[in-house]
């Protein structure tokens, strides 16, 4: 059974309170030992394409951030971003079956990084993970994970700030529960050898007396992932192919 909705909102919050944010604005809190806190609301244009199935959707999510300045070069945060809402899919399955329709999906990053701070800029690197549970319009469910490291720099100037992301790959893996299918058939896990992804965003921060910067911003986010290796599930063999997904976000959120 897929989770439903309360589950996901549940799984939203917990993100949340633990982390979140794809990608924030830290080079303004460089004081040592001070805190920061982020919180956006998004809304999101993901396209993903294959060579035989292409899935859209627009979705509305949330994402966060919560970091220390251990001193006023260093820094560490924890982040995250969850979106749910309906994908449209259109093409075949890995079976080679027909799959058209709407379902409801949700896709979730978290990540942990280090920051260093160079006056006006930030660089920032570690580890991270993105999940896109998928449920393919009579047919099967999806479980695809990559584990990532991202580097990212930010400049900050009067308010506005520009970031730009790479994502080096570290492993993938796309689950299919094939056995959704019928008895005769089991769920595999097919690995994602190679990827890479790359994103840039650009937003105005809005800062007031009490400390609470307003901000708004847009981002565009691409992942490239090539094939996956093969394997049977009983009746056939099975591989994902060589993929693309695109993200183009903007949101208005407030930092404390």
Do not use: C
Request: proline share 2%; glycine share 12%; net charge negative.
């Amino acid at each position: 059974m897929r989770p439903t909705r309360l589950t996901l909102s549940l799984t939203a919050l917990t993100f949340l309170s633990a982390s979140a944010l794809l990608f924030t604005s830290v080079a303004a809190h460089a004081q040592a030992n001070s805190l920061w806190l982020s919180v956006d609301y998004t809304y999101s244009d993901v396209s993903y394409t294959n060579s035989a199935l292409a899935e859209k959707a627009r979705l509305g999510g949330i994402r966060g951030d919560f970091g220390l300045a251990l001193t006023s070069s260093l820094g560490l945060e924890v982040a995250g971003d969850y979106q749910d809402g309906n994908f449209s899919a259109d093409g075949n399955t890995l079976t080679g079956a027909t799959t058209s329709g709407l379902t409801k999906d949700y896709l979730r990053d978290t990540r942990a990084l280090a920051d260093l701070f160079f006056g006006s800029f930030t660089i920032g690197a570690g580890v991270a993970q993105r999940e896109w549970y998928d449920v393919l319009p009579g047919a099967y469910r999806q479980r695809t994970t990559y584990n990532y490291f991202p580097i990212v720099l930010t400049i900050n100037e009067g308010g506005f700030y520009l970031k730009g992301e790479y994502d080096y790959w570290g492993s993938g893996t796309n689950k299919n529960y094939m056995s959704d299918l019928g008895a005769t058939r089991q769920d595999t896990s097919l690995t994602q050898k190679s990827g890479s992804g790359w994103g840039a965003e650009i937003g105005y921060q809005l800062r007031s007396p009490a400390l609470i910067e307003t901000r708004i911003f847009a981002s565009y986010h691409r992942w490239d992932v090539g094939t996956s290796d093969m394997q049977s599930d009983g009746v056939q063999a099975l591989t994902q192919p060589k993929n693309n997904t695109v993200t183009i976000q903007g949101g208005i959120g407030i930092n404390f």
